[in-house]
Structure formats: C-alpha cells, structure tokens
C-alpha cells in the first residue's frame, strides 16, 4: 500500500500570502496519479487537482499541482478568505490512499 | 447536472446490521466508478472501497477487507456500504464519490455525495 504523508500539518497563513503544501509517497505514484481536495467544515471534499497538476472544472487559477514520482506540491499563489481550509492529497495509481492532511489556517 | 444522494443519519447499536445507500443522476450510472470514504470524527479520510456498477468490479482497501461489503444496483443507479456487526469504532461520517474509468482504474473522485452520519452506540 503506498503511503503519503503530508507536511505540514498546520500551516498558519495571511490572506493574500502564498501556500506551499507537500505530499510525499512511500513509493513512485503511476502515471502522475496523484490528486488534490479541499474540505472545510461541514462540507463533503471538493476535487482541485487531478493528475498531479490538472484543475478540475471550476477550480480558479489561484490553485496549482506539481510534481512527479513520490514528491508532488499544491500551491495557492494568493490565499483568498474562502482557501482556509484542510487540504488532502490521494493517490489513485495503485489501489488509493489519502494522506492525513494539511490544515491552512489564519494567522 | 451530477448528483450524489446518499441516505440519512442512522443511530444503531453496536452488533446490528446497516446498509446505507448513494444515488446517482445525471450521468451513466454504469460507466463511473463509485467509492466509499470514512471519516471519523475529527479525523481524515480514508479510502474504503470501490465499485463499477458497469461489471460490478469491487476493489477494497486491505484496512476494510472483510469488515464492510460494497454493491450496486445499476438498476435503481443506486451503490451500498453495508456492514453485518457493527462496532462503536465504525462511528464516522461516510461519503460515497464517482470516479471516471481509466481502462479499469478509476480516477480521481470528481463528484461527491453530501455524506451520511453513522453512530453506533448502546
């Protein structure tokens, strides 16, 4: 089973700065198979990012994915008031696991 | 439009049974994947199962193996997560999602039910 852990675990951010979230797995993800959501509370996930750098429908272009093989990073260029959130990365090459998450908050 | 409907809240006691349920529209029933999602209170997510409705293609995660059975009427559009013993510990909210078919792998989870809450308790 391929693990991916997530750093940090909070991240403590101003609106308008840059957030830089990692996901690292155990072992190489197929095919760049590596996905993003957003969840805040109270709400089921929503998809940001698929196939490792790919926004899904309705994403804004303040989101962004890269990466490759065990090493993959979400970006939010600005950080508007509705981005603070936790933030899950899943791999879905072999079998699917979350990661544990990253918790943006205000500081 | 996509939707996901999944079933209410259930208040069980520990070593009943449930089957809770996801309802699909909008789209081929058949031609996406469906996944179960737990997450307990306070916790993450954690990837369960998977079904395609079109072959009934069922795959588990070696944590849920054997703890939990995954079906689907394509019929009724409709996917199960049923349990026969239930335990406090299954205590979480659970979330059935669709994925697209990769040539038998499914994709990311791009559409999402509005979750299902399910306490066990005595």
């Known amino acids: 089973e391929i693990v991916l852990t997530q750093s940090p675990g909070t991240l403590s951010l101003s609106p308008g700065e840059r957030a830089t979230l990692s996901c690292r797995a155990s072992q190489s993800v197929s095919s760049s198979y590596l996905a993003w959501y957003q969840q805040k509370p109270g709400q089921a996930p929503r998809l940001l990012i698929y196939?490792?750098?790919s926004r899904a429908t309705g994403i804004p272009d303040r989101f962004s994915g890269s990466g490759s093989g065990t090493d993959f990073t979400l970006t939010i260029s600005r950080l508007e008031p509705e981005d603070f959130a936790v933030y899950y990365c899943q791999q879905y090459g072999t079998a699917l696991t979350f990661g544990g998450g990253t918790k943006v908050e205000i500081k | 439009e996509v939707q996901l409907v999944q079933s209410g809240a259930e208040v069980k006691k520990p070593g009943e049974s449930l089957k809770i349920s996801c309802k699909g529209s909008g789209y081929s029933f058949t031609s996406y994947w469906i996944g179960w999602v737990r997450q307990m209170p306070g916790k993450g997510l954690e990837w369960m199962g998977i079904?395609?409705?079109?072959?009934?293609?069922?795959r588990y995660s070696p944590s849920f193996q054997g703890q939990v059975t995954i079906s689907a009427d394509k019929s009724i559009s409709t996917a199960y997560l049923q349990w026969s013993s239930l335990k406090a510990s299954d205590t979480a909210m659970y979330y059935c999602?669709?994925?697209?078919?990769?040539?038998?792998?499914?994709?990311?989870?791009?559409?999402w039910g509005q979750g299902t809450l399910v306490t066990v308790s005595s």
């Open positions: 079904i395609y409705p079109g072959d009934s293609d069922t």
């Open positions: 999602a669709s994925a697209l078919d990769y040539g038998g792998i499914p994709s990311a989870f791009d559409y």
């Open positions: 196939g490792a750098s």
